[in-house]
């Protein structure tokens, strides 16, 4: 029995161990075409990393991994000649595209021939024989540029060597290199699309490719830094003419913008000043904005909904959507146990509490306090918002609206193993409440101006206690307190209903619909950190909640919600693009990051 027993676990140690060398040459074959062609999307257009089992003629076979090619034909005359193309043709953004071919065997004659083909030419044929194709051939080192006459062009290459095809996508050339030494240009005025292509002739010849698998035995990163060196100073030395000045204050104000937009307060201060410009929004309002993005960037989200409702008060009942996608990051914060609401429980004292109405209360009027109504949640009935309690309750045109009890697909409370029949005692969750009630204050809401209070009004210490919570206490569910996930069990039923409120006033939103669904899913897991959507808590993902946020406030004062710098790296993104897609090669080499850095 042990013999059988042994003899399979050792086919599984191997089989596994060669997945393992698989996965690694995989990973290496990655990163090498990332580092060499960083400026293509593979999305939109793939490289080449073998050759085609549908795109060749029948004499040609394929092994390892489709890199290896055997003439399997009769080899009597140029008729019995097939070829292969890769998988696909080179993308334009490549700047220089590079590959080698490694002669395994020779074979009969040598009639091996390497280079480029376009989609569509015969495979009965060595590349260069045919339009639009062009070869290096081995048994007599001429070039073939789409005609069965050759040129001389380089040396004979046989078994053990190593060729290498070069295409510059700037200037439409190609140069073939051996054994690691160029031989010089071989072909000018290429097409664009090409695809890599050899092609055999006699029995026994065998040829492996490499597309990026192995390092390359010619210095092509070299040859790529030239090009790059001059696309560069082609660029540095545009002609600007007369203009210069007009283009200087231009660039300035675009700076100054960007400074403001992303609430850069003492920075665009100064920079106006050095550059004698007037800053686009008032100090205060820049500073209102900074707080705002600091309790986003740190997790603390209902502290940033609460002093948003302060400082803009109809900006979130205008934008539900808006409102909803910060609820739903504050849910997550929750989760994490970095939001002031669960913050606070885990022995942290809150900076301000977020009060968190029934679901149609958000779109109540600002300047009217919002009532704190009984809400009839399982296990939770109590005077409270949010599971905040308020010693005040005026009159409001929705006080007697409650939210349903229960969460579409199943009870938050069963979830992770936590129950929430079990209320909570009044002196575990009541917390001290601003005399800020719905994100207004007591006076009139004329009180605001160009977003800043004409009464100071900032949350408290914004420049401190930012920092987002050590890993012991992130990878407790909301901090490790049991009432802490009660509490958050409870604002996830609370979010469910506003939800349903959304969908019933707005109709259905799929983006909001997923962004839920998302959320409670982290509940499913006993570690929601290292489970499938843990990623939504990492700290990277409040970014562009910040930025959207940011930009619905600049725009409800009829600031540009992206700033014009950022526009212009992105219309120059784009137009890399497009000349990716034209054909247009230099577009490898005039990265707008590397300008940037």
């Given amino acids: 029995m042990s013999g059988p027993s042994s003899g399979c676990g050792l086919f599984m140690s191997v089989v596994v161990h060669g997945d393992s060398a698989l996965n690694e040459q995989e990973k290496e074959l990655n990163q090498r075409l990332r580092r060499l062609y960083p400026a293509v999307n593979e999305q939109e257009t793939p490289l080449p990393r073998s050759w085609s089992p549908k795109d060749k003629f029948s004499y040609i076979g394929l092994s390892q991994n489709n890199l290896r090619v055997h003439y399997k034909g009769h080899g009597k005359t140029p008729k019995d000649a097939a070829s292969v193309r890769a998988t696909h043709p080179i993308p334009a953004a490549c700047g220089v595209y590079y590959f080698e071919v490694k002669i395994i065997s020779k074979g009969r004659d040598g009639y091996m021939g390497i280079g480029l083909s376009a989609q569509g030419v015969n495979m009965n044929r060595l590349p260069g024989w045919d339009k639009h194709s062009y070869g290096y051939h081995g048994d007599d080192g001429h070039s073939f540029c789409s005609s069965g006459t050759g040129q001389p062009y380089g040396p004979t290459f046989t078994t053990g060597d190593v060729i290498g095809c070069c295409v510059n996508l700037i200037n439409n050339t190609c140069f073939y290199t051996k054994n690691g030494h160029s031989l010089g240009i071989a072909f000018t005025d290429l097409p664009p699309n090409l695809y890599p292509t050899v092609g055999l002739q006699t029995p026994g010849e065998v040829v492996d490719a490499n597309f990026g698998q192995h390092p390359f035995v010619f210095d092509i990163e070299d040859y790529m830094s030239e090009w790059r060196t001059k696309i560069q100073a082609q660029i540095d030395h545009f002609p600007v003419g007369e203009r210069e000045g007009e283009w200087q204050a231009m660039l300035q104000k675009m700076v100054a913008s960007y400074l403001v937009h992303h609430s850069y307060c003492a920075t665009a201060e100064a920079f106006a000043k050095s550059t004698d410009q007037a800053v686009q929004e008032e100090l205060a309002s820049i500073k209102n904005r900074q707080n ?3 309790l986003v960037l740190s997790g603390r989200m209902g502290e940033a909904i609460e002093t ?14 808006l409102l909803f996608m910060l609820k739903v990051r504050q849910f997550i914060e929750m989760v994490n146990g970095t939001d002031s ?22 779109f109540s009027s600002p300047t009217h306090k919002s009532s704190c109504t009984q809400v009839s949640l399982t296990g939770f009935e109590s005077n409270c918002c949010n599971g905040v309690s308020s010693s005040k ?11 349903p009890s229960s969460l579409a697909g199943g009870d938050l409370g069963s979830m992770n193993g936590t129950h929430s029949q079990q209320q909570p005692s009044t002196s575990e969750v009541d917390m001290e409440v601003d005399h ?39 990878r407790q569910l909301c901090g490790g307190s049991q009432v802490a996930i009660e509490k958050m069990i409870h604002f996830g039923r609370e979010l469910q209903s506003l939800s349903e409120h959304l969908r019933r006033e707005r109709g259905k939103n799929a983006t909001n619909r997923k962004m839920l669904r998302d959320a409670f899913s982290l509940l499913a897991y006993s570690d929601p950190w290292s489970s499938p959507v843990g990623y939504q808590l990492d700290s990277i993902q409040r970014e562009p909640v910040c930025s959207t946020l940011n930009s619905a406030i600049l725009e409800t004062y009829n600031l540009p919600k992206q700033p014009p710098l950022a526009q212009a790296v992105g219309q120059a993104a784009q137009c890399l693009s497009l000349m990716a897609r034209t054909g247009i090669g230099s577009c490898a080499f005039a990265s707008v990051d590397d300008y940037l850095h």
């Fill in 393 to 403: 309750a005026p009159a409001s045109a929705h006080s007697g609206k409650t939210c």
């Fill in 308 to 321: 948003t409702q302060q400082l803009y008060p109809s900006l979130l009942e205008s934008n539900p959507d």
């Fill in 341 to 362: 609401e669960v913050r606070c429980l885990g022995g942290r004292s809150p900076k301000s509490q977020d009060s968190y109405p029934d679901s149609p209360c958000p």
């Fill in 292 to 294: 705002i993005q600091k």
């Fill in 436 to 474: 800020f009630t719905n994100g207004t204050t007591e006076s009139s809401s004329n009180g605001f101006l160009n977003g800043s209070s004409t009464h100071g009004v900032e949350p408290e210490d914004c420049d401190t206690d930012m920092e987002v919570e050590p890993a012991q206490f992130k």
